[in-house]
Every structure is written in C-alpha cells, then in structure tokens.
C-alpha cells in the first residue's frame, strides 16, 4: 500500500494509461480525483475502484474548466499529493492530409491543457509547500520522426515545458516527466506502423507508479527502447536524419 492516504488527482483517467493508473493506484491505497471530458466513463471506473475516489469532469483545452477544478480541490481544505498529467489527442496523419481544425484542438490539449494546469495548480502547491506535477511526454517528443507531427511537436514542447518547470519552481515541489515507449490504448490502435516493445497500460502503470516514488526527474520505459531513441538526438543532423528518413516508409 505505497500510496496509503495519499491524494492524487489524475487527468486522463477515462481510459488507456491513465484508467490503468488508477486502477493501480488506488489498490495502493490512494485516494483520487479522476478527470477527463468522458464523465460516464470516469464513474463507471470510480465504481470498480477499491475506496472513496472523486470525478471531476474536465475539458483541459478550457482555461476556466482547468482554473475551476483547481479552485474546487483547494476548497477542501485536504492536502493534494500528486497531479498527473495524462490528457492529449493524436490522430495518425502525413502532413499532407491534415485536419487544420483537429491540429488546433491537439496543441490546446496536449500543450496548452498541460501549461494551464501547471499555471492554475502552482499556487495551490505554494500554499501546501508540497507537491508533485508529473507531466506526461512521449518518445515522439525525442526528435523529429515521420508521421507523428503534430502531436510529436507538442510532445516536444511539453517535454521542455516541463525542464522549464523543473528548473524554475522551489524545490519543495516535485516536477516530473513520463516518456513511454508505445503501450497499447486506443491511441496506438489507430497506429498502421511497426510498434517496438509494445507494453500492457497494466505494465506501463507498474512503471510510472514506480517512478512517482522515485527522485529522479524523468520516468521512461521500456528502457531497451527509449534508449536508443534518445540515442539519435545525440548523434550529429547528417546521420540522425539520414536514420529518421529510412524510416519514411514504415510511417
Ligand atoms: N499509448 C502510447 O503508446 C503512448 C506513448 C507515449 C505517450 N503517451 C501519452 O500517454 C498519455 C495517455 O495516453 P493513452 O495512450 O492512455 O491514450 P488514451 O487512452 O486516448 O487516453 C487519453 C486520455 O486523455 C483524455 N483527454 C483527451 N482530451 C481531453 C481533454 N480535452 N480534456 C481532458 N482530458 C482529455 C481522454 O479522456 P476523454 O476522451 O474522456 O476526455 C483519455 O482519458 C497521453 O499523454 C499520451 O500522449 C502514450
């Protein structure tokens, strides 16, 4: 029971990795509030759960949903441990056939969604003086690779949102990054590509669990895997590049 007596609130929990999560997490012995738009969805998962465990329906493409919700669990006067970052969009599509409306959309979530959590719960962890942010990153956001744009771009930007986070806010609170590999939801089963080392959302849960205990900043798994995609960044433009365009015909 690690997370005896502990409040977590999950963003994202209606399904895939962030219902997986849950469904961890409250076998451990939290207590959650579980947000996402799909309210049918996130009482139906509160029912299975072990313990008592709150739904707070959110949009968090919406300012005033996101500054609302924040306000709503600091009026209950019981401090809140862990914020979990899950939230994002992604539809498989080559630059050419882009929804210009649902590209919108996707950087109001997956971007925007995340900074104006952080921006609304800051103070609340202020006045605690604890607290830990985790946001949820993506291999996508490592480099450039065909077919993921722009849902990596937006990986991309929350993963140095989040070292900006980190190196900006006082020590006593907690920032971190998740980085999965591919894990099998809803959102990798509209991929039509190869998917290496794909992991059960139950695996990826038992990770990011894991990790939350932790003090590193990063949390990013299967290693095997996300290694050597961090491994291109490293190498110089010309081989990185000439690697990320032979994968041009898997994309
Ligand atoms: N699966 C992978 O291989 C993989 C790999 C790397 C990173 N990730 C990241 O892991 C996280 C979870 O993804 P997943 O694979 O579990 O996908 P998923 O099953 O589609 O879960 C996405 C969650 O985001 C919520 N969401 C979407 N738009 C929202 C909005 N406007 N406001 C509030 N919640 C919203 C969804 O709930 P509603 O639709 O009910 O709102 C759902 O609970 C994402 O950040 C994703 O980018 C996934």
Same mark, same amino acid.
């Given at each position: 029971?690690?997370?005896?007596?502990?409040?977590?609130?999950?963003?994202?929990?209606?399904?895939?990795?962030?219902?997986? =999560?849950?469904?961890? =997490?409250?076998?451990?012995?939290?207590?959650?509030?579980?947000?996402?738009?799909?309210?049918?969805?996130?009482?139906?998962?509160?029912?299975?759960?072990?313990?008592? +465990?709150?739904?707070?329906?959110?949009?968090?493409?919406?300012?005033?949903?996101?500054?609302?919700?924040?306000?709503?669990?600091?009026?209950?006067?019981?401090?809140?441990?862990?914020?979990?970052?899950?939230?994002? *969009?992604?539809?498989? &599509?080559?630059?050419?056939?882009?929804?210009?409306?649902?590209?919108?959309?996707?950087?109001? *979530?997956?971007?925007?969604?995340?900074?104006?959590?952080?921006?609304?719960?800051?103070?609340?962890?202020?006045?605690?003086?604890?607290?830990?942010?985790?946001?949820?990153?993506?291999?996508?956001?490592?480099?450039?690779?065909?077919?993921?744009?722009?849902?990596?771009?937006?990986?991309?930007?929350?993963?140095?949102?989040?070292?900006?986070?980190?190196?900006?806010?006082?020590?006593?609170?907690?920032?971190?990054?998740?980085?999965?590999?591919?894990?099998?939801?809803?959102?990798?089963?509209?991929?039509?590509?190869?998917?290496?080392?794909?992991?059960?959302?139950?695996?990826?849960?038992? +990770?990011?669990? &894991?990790?939350? =205990?932790?003090?590193?900043?990063?949390?990013?798994?299967?290693?095997?895997?996300?290694?050597?995609?961090?491994?291109?960044?490293?190498?110089?433009?010309?081989?990185?590049?000439?690697?990320?365009?032979?994968?041009?015909? +898997?994309?």
């Amino acid at each position: 029971m690690a997370y005896s007596g502990e409040h977590i609130w999950i963003i994202g929990a209606s399904s895939g990795i962030g219902k997986a =999560l849950a469904e961890y =997490l409250a076998a451990q012995g939290a207590r959650l509030t579980l947000s996402a738009r799909n309210a049918e969805a996130l009482h139906a998962l509160a029912e299975t759960l072990p313990g008592d +465990h709150q739904v707070l329906p959110l949009d968090v493409s919406d300012i005033l949903q996101v500054e609302a919700a924040v306000q709503h669990l600091g009026n209950s006067n019981k401090p809140l441990h862990r914020t979990l970052f899950l939230a994002a *969009v992604f539809r498989p &599509r080559h630059i050419n056939a882009l929804d210009m409306q649902f590209t919108k959309e996707l950087i109001e *979530v997956n971007l925007l969604g995340a900074i104006y959590v952080a921006h609304a719960l800051l103070p609340l962890y202020r006045a605690q003086k604890s607290g830990q942010l985790v946001m949820c990153g993506s291999i996508a956001g490592f480099t450039g690779l065909p077919g993921g744009q722009p849902y990596s771009a937006t990986k991309a930007a929350l993963i140095n949102f989040t070292e900006s986070l980190y190196a900006e806010v006082e020590d006593y609170i907690d920032v971190k990054l998740i980085n999965p590999g591919f894990v099998r939801t809803r959102m990798t089963d509209k991929n039509d590509f190869p998917m290496p080392m794909r992991l059960e959302p139950d695996v990826a849960a038992k +990770h990011i669990a &894991r990790g939350l =205990l932790q003090s590193g900043f990063e949390i990013h798994f299967p290693k095997a895997f996300t290694c050597s995609v961090k491994f291109l960044r490293f190498l110089p433009y010309p081989m990185a590049l000439f690697i990320t365009r032979r994968l041009r015909e +898997h994309a």
